[in-house]
C-alpha cells in the first residue's frame, strides 16, 4: 500500500452533494472530504441526514446530484455495484445480516473489491466468537455478534474504506469496547474510516476530525484537538 | 385382482404413477416460479406460455430441422430461455421499481401475446410428438404398467429440481442469490451486478419451465394454449407451499399430482377442484403456505 502513505492524499470528497429519496429532498449540499488512513466521524440527531449520507455514497438512495469523488474517480453516475468495487466497505446500520446464510456463508459473500484483505484466519483471530459459531445460521446470533460479523465481512475484501453506521447502537458496553479496540487496529493499518455515531464518548477518543450534521448539511467541522472549545456547540446540536 | 380399500389395485396405482408424473410438472413449472418470485419479487403470469414455448419448441425444432429429442432437451430451454432474459431486460426492468401489480399485469400480457400469436400460426389442434425411441414401450411391474417415457419424466423432473435445490442452497452463486432474494440493495452495495443476476436468475426460471414444457411434449397435446390450464393449478401449488420457497414448490408440486390422482381413484368429480381446496385450507390455517416463512 505505497499510497497509503502519501500524506492528504484525498480518498473522499464530496461537493455539494444533494439526494432525495422519491420527493423528499435529504441532503442539502452536503460537502465533505477524508484523507487517506482518517477516522472521521459524522455527528448529529436522528433524521439529520448522516446515515443518507453514507448511502448516497453508495448510490443507495433514490437520486443524488453534485460530486463523490473516490480516490480521485468521480462516481456520482457510477452504477451501486461498481463503487465496492473502488475500495469501499459498507456496514449498514440495520447490520444487514442474511438469515438465509450462515455466519461463514456471510463473511464469504461479498467479492473481494481489493487485494490485501484479511484473511479468514485473521478474520476468527479478530472474532473468535465468530469461528465458535461459523455455521451457525446469521440472524441466529446475538446482536453483538452480529455487529461483529457485519464488520468482519467488509475486512475480508480488502476494502481501504470503511463506511460505518451506528455500529455501537444498542449493544453492551462490553462490546462497544471491543469494538473501539476493533476501530483503533485497522486505523493502525491504514484504513480509512467514515464513522457514523449516536454514542459520542464512543467515538471522541477514535476520530481525527468530526463533522456535525443537521437537517441535511453540514454545519460544523471540529477537529479532535478543539473538541473541547466546542463542546458547548456540540451540546447543543447533539442535544445531550 | 388384489384390492385396496375397494379398488383394484393396478387401477390404484395407475392413478398413482399419473398423480407422479403431473406432480413432476407441478414441481418443475413452481420451482421456477419460486426461484424467479424470490429474486425478483414478479409473479410471473408469462410462466405457463415459456412452458408452452418450451414443448412447441420441441416440435417445431423436429419438424423443420429435424432436431431430435435430446438436442431439444437442451436447445429449446436455452432458447426459451434467452427470450425469457430478453423480457426481463427489455420489459422487465423498465417496471422493476414500479408497484408489483405492473410487473403482474405485463407479464400476463406477454404471455397473451405470445399465445395469441402462436394461436394465429398454428392454431389451437394439437401437435403430436413421437415418443423418443429408446423410452417406447415399457415394464409390467406385477401390480402396475410402467412406460419407460412416464419413468424418465420423473427421474428427469427429480434430477433438475435436486440440482436445483443444491444449486441454490449449498453453493456460491446460490448463496448470492439467496442474499439477493433477502437484500438485493445491499448485495448491490457489497459490488455484487445484481441487475445481472436478476437477469440471469429469470432466464433460469423460464428455463425451467420450458424444460418441463420438452418433457411434456410426447405425452400431452401441444398447443399453444396448453400453458393456461397448469398454470392455474401451478399457482395454487406455489400458494401451499409458500411463496418463493424451493423445497416448499418441489414437495408441494408433487404432493398435489398425487393427491390429485387419488382422487381421481376415490372421488373423480372432485379431482380437477382437490388442489384448490387444499389451497383453502393451508391458507385459513397457515397463511404463509407450509414452507413459507411467517412474516
Redesign the interface.
Given at each position: 500500500m505505497a499510497d497509503a502513505i502519501k500524506p492528504n492524499y484525498e480518498q473522499l470528497k464530496i461537493t455539494d452533494l444533494h439526494a432525495f429519496y422519491g420527493e423528499s429532498h435529504i441532503l442539502h449540499g452536503i460537502d465533505m472530504l477524508v484523507r487517506r488512513g482518517e477516522l472521521v466521524t459524522l455527528l448529529g440527531r436522528n433524521g439529520a441526514g448522516r446515515s443518507t449520507t453514507l448511502k448516497s455514497i453508495?448510490n443507495?438512495v433514490g437520486n443524488r446530484t453534485g460530486s463523490i469523488m473516490i480516490n480521485g474517480r468521480e462516481t456520482i453516475t457510477t452504477q451501486?455495484?461498481?463503487?465496492?468495487?473502488l475500495g469501499v466497505g459498507?456496514c449498514?446500520e440495520e447490520r444487514?445480516i442474511?438469515?438465509?446464510?450462515n455466519v461463514e456463508?456471510n463473511l464469504?459473500?461479498?467479492?473481494t473489491?481489493r487485494s490485501g484483505g484479511m484473511s479468514l484466519d485473521e478474520i476468527y483471530d479478530m472474532f473468535p466468537n465468530l469461528y465458535e459459531r461459523r455455521f451457525s445460521q446469521g440472524t441466529r446470533l446475538s446482536g453483538g455478534e452480529q455487529q461483529m460479523l457485519a464488520m468482519a465481512r467488509?475486512l475480508r475484501?480488502g476494502a481501504n474504506m470503511l463506511l460505518l453506521d451506528e455500529i455501537t447502537e444498542g449493544l453492551a458496553p462490553v462490546i462497544v469496547q471491543k469494538l473501539a479496540e476493533v476501530l483503533i487496529k485497522l486505523k493502525e493499518k491504514g484504513l480509512t474510516i467514515v464513522l457514523v455515531e449516536q454514542n459520542f464518548r464512543f467515538a471522541a477518543p477514535l476520530a481525527d476530525r468530526h463533522y456535525l450534521m443537521e437537517h441535511g448539511q453540514i454545519v460544523e467541522e471540529i477537529q479532535a484537538s478543539e473538541l473541547s472549545q466546542k463542546q458547548e456547540l456540540l451540546n447543543t446540536y447533539l442535544g445531550v | 385382482m388384489s384390492m385396496i380399500f375397494g379398488v383394484p389395485i393396478a387401477v390404484l396405482s395407475g392413478q398413482l404413477l399419473l398423480g407422479l408424473i403431473n406432480g413432476a410438472f407441478y414441481a418443475l413449472l413452481s420451482l421456477g416460479l419460486a426461484v424467479i418470485f424470490g429474486l425478483l419479487k414478479i409473479i410471473n403470469f408469462a410462466h405457463g406460455a415459456f412452458y408452452m414455448l418450451g414443448a412447441l419448441c420441441t416440435v417445431v425444432l423436429f419438424n423443420t430441422l429435424g432436431i431430435n429429442y435430446w438436442v431439444a432437451l437442451f436447445l429449446a430451454p436455452l432458447i426459451v430461455g434467452t427470450l425469457g432474459i430478453l423480457i426481463e431486460y427489455f420489459l422487465l426492468r423498465k417496471i422493476a421499481n414500479e408497484d408489483h401489480l405492473y410487473s403482474l399485469l405485463l407479464t400476463f400480457g406477454v404471455a397473451l401475446v405470445i399465445q395469441g400469436v402462436l394461436t394465429n400460426i398454428y392454431g389451437v389442434s394439437g401437435m403430436r410428438y413421437a415418443i423418443p425411441e429408446v423410452f417406447r414401450g415399457g415394464v409390467n411391474l406385477g401390480f402396475m404398467f410402467l412406460p419407460y417415457y412416464r419413468a424418465w419424466v420423473i427421474v428427469a423432473a427429480l434430477v433438475v429440481c435436486f440440482g436445483t435445490w443444491f444449486m441454490i442452497e449449498k453453493t456460491k452463486l446460490g448463496s448470492y442469490l439467496r442474499a439477493g432474494t433477502e437484500n438485493s440493495k445491499l448485495m448491490q452495495a457489497f459490488g455484487i451486478n445484481v441487475p445481472l443476476l436478476v437477469s440471469l436468475t429469470y432466464g433460469f426460471g423460464v428455463m425451467l419451465a420450458a424444460f418441463a414444457g420438452v418433457l411434456a411434449a410426447p405425452i400431452y397435446s401441444v398447443t399453444p394454449v396448453m400453458g393456461g390450464n397448469i398454470l392455474i393449478i401451478v399457482f395454487a401449488v406455489v400458494v401451499i407451499g409458500g411463496m418463493g420457497s424451493i423445497v416448499g414448490s418441489i414437495f408441494t408440486g408433487l404432493a398435489m399430482g398425487i393427491i390429485e390422482g387419488l382422487t381421481k381413484v376415490f372421488y373423480p368429480e372432485a379431482s380437477s377442484t382437490v388442489i384448490f381446496l387444499v389451497m383453502v385450507i393451508v391458507l385459513l390455517v397457515r397463511p404463509a403456505g407450509l414452507f413459507g416463512k411467517e412474516a
Open positions: 453508495m443507495m451501486a455495484h461498481h463503487i465496492a468495487r459498507y449498514p444487514g442474511f438469515s438465509s446464510l456463508e464469504m459473500l461479498p467479492p473489491v467488509i475484501t | -
